[in-house]
């Protein structure tokens, strides 16, 4: 027969997008429904939900609407109690420091969404007061485990590039500011003093996607614009947007590759995916996206030529290949269910887990390095972090 364990979860913060949607639906949830999370031995883990949030009424609709039986307003009540064993952070960036050093006083593991803390020294903190309690700790790196960088993971490893030379990024979309028509992600995103800007948020992402896949980040060069000074909120009020919406960044990476990356909320799509990322090696070079990744070999390499009396002739997308997704029969599962399973397992079984608050810390360094380097219009090399100095 097989045995069963059941964790009680701690999710603060569960109101909001990411809390919500990707938290608690697609991963908490979706594995309730599949039976809980299987060990090494053949054994699983059941995860029971606690709500965390302000909103009462909030909770209980979102308790009803899901059949899960504990919600509470009372982070202190919820950690208090032995059976919740992980404590869950998805709340505004501002609110997370605070809250997880009550949990990791309160002896839980803890599990968290980007950027782990606000500044730096803020998450060495973390790292060293989780190590010094003993209890497990990891960050939420979503985008390692999307179809298309798992893709481009498989390139690399099979040696496809040669020699990598560059990676050139293009990230986001139009936000709307929100006067005539609404804005698609909260507000608190555009004001610096509620933890907002798009180096802080997106930089942290560009931090261990640069460092799992080419080399970790060594210095960076940055540029970060506030390209809309003036938004409007949820309740229809105008406000400065006092965050940067828009970086433009070059990142050399440990091993000789440049990285270059552009990210904005004030940009129209002209591209296949809303992320995408060109690596080019000697010998062959591949645009990965969210899902796909198509590739040219060295071989296949037209012979382009500069003539801008003519007419282009050929279609230079049409060059490239698709890359299958050959990854089983269930296809690519939601990376943020997968990154929580691998989480219980390193919880309950000790299985290894690369992505902890040192990692988080990393993220951290990067958007602060990048901010930095905008305000002084300079290089700023990233000193390595060993968790011990600030
Ligand atoms: N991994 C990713 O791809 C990704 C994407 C977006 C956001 N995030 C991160 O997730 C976190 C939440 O972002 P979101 O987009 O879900 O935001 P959101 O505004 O939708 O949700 C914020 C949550 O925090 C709660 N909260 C607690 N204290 C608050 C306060 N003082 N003011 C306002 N809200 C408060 C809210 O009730 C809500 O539940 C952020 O730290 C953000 O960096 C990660």
Redesign the pocket.
Known sequence: MTTTQTLGVVMN???????YRQHLVRSILAIREQGGVALADGSRVVLEPVLV???ADKLRAMADRHGIAAWTTNLDTALADPANTIYFD???????EKAIHTAIAAGKHIYT???TAETLTGALDLARAADAAGVKHGV?Q?KLFLPGLLKLRRLIQGGFFGRILSVRGEFGYWVFEGDWQAAQ??S?NYRAEDGGGIVV?MFC?WSYVLENLFGRVEAVTAKAVTHIPTRWDEQGREYPATADDAAYGIFELAGGVVAQINSSWAVRVNRDELVEFQVDGTEGSAVAGLRRCRVQHRSATPTPVWNPDLPVTESFRDQWQEIPDNAGDSGFDNGFKVQWEDFVRHVVDDAPFAFDFLAGARGVQLAECGLRSSAEGRRIELPVLDGKSA
């Open positions: 913060g569960v109101t909001g997008r990411m809390g949030g302000r909103d998805a709340q505004v960036t501002t609110a997370r969404e980007k950027p939420v979503d992600r909260p608190w948020d992402h």
